[in-house]
């Protein structure tokens, strides 16, 4: 039981070119998150989505894509990078959206020159 | 939406002693708040969380207290331990998304 996984954990891209940021969750869960963590800003969520099928835009969704694949996987996808998404990303699942545990990945440390 | 405050935003904090973090939000109907733990360079981890119907929830060093009236809640750590050195957030949420504190960095020195 792996948990939450996401890949890759560090990449360096140049401003302008694409990515995508690959997670999976092996719990079952319904609810799954992409959070951004700058200094002293704590967590901000980009995009969720509540269950299979559906995604929703969070506090900082500009500039981001995302892709529920099924149940298990949660995609984020940066089309043209900028410095200012320079950033520590953590994908997260819950049982469901409202008042359950949230669990988080490992991080993927991003920086963008 | 939500917006929750948290501070201080660093504490430090001698050994033995106890620390104290407080949040405030401003949905009255937020009814879940988590707090995480997040060591350097990790992921952030739930150490505990209450409930809207529930006042105070303790877990052995670690306890929770919470206002509905003022809308604030507190995190409350005893007889710190150099382990306990870490950055905490504060988390708040109804029925919609879970909105987190800037976080607070606690150093335990010996």
């Known amino acids: 039981n792996a948990g939450v996984t996401q890949t890759p954990k560090f990449q360096v891209l140049k401003t302008g070119q694409s990515m995508t940021l690959q997670c999976a969750q092996d719990?079952?869960?319904?609810?799954m998150y992409w959070y951004r963590q700058d200094p002293g800003m704590g967590l901000r969520l980009i995009y969720y989505?509540?269950?299979?099928?559906?995604?929703d835009k969070g506090e900082v969704p500009n500039g981001y894509n995302v892709s529920r694949l099924n149940k298990r996987e949660f995609s984020l996808r940066l089309e043209s990078a900028a410095p200012s998404q320079t950033s520590v990303y953590f994908c997260?699942?819950?049982?469901?959206?409202?008042?359950?545990?949230?669990?988080f990945g490992e991080g993927s440390w991003l920086t963008v020159v | 939406g939500e917006n929750v405050e948290q501070h201080p935003s660093t504490l430090s904090v001698q050994e033995g002693d106890s620390a104290v973090i407080k949040c405030t939000y401003s949905d009255s109907a937020s009814n879940y708040f988590p707090w995480y733990k997040q060591e350097l360079g990790k992921r952030p981890q739930l150490i505990i969380d209450i409930r809207s119907n529930v006042g105070e929830k303790k877990d052995q060093r670690i306890a929770v207290t919470l206002n509905k009236t003022a809308k604030h809640f507190s995190l409350h750590i005893t007889e710190t331990q150099p382990e306990d050195s870490a950055v905490y957030f504060c988390?708040?949420?109804?029925?919609?998304?879970?909105?987190f504190g800037a976080g607070t960095q606690v150093v335990v020195t010996p």
């Open positions: 719990m079952n869960h319904n609810s």
């Open positions: 997260a699942s819950s049982e469901a959206r409202a008042g359950n545990t949230i669990y």
């Open positions: 988390a708040a949420q109804d029925w919609g998304k879970l909105q």
């Open positions: 989505s509540a269950s299979e099928g559906t995604t």
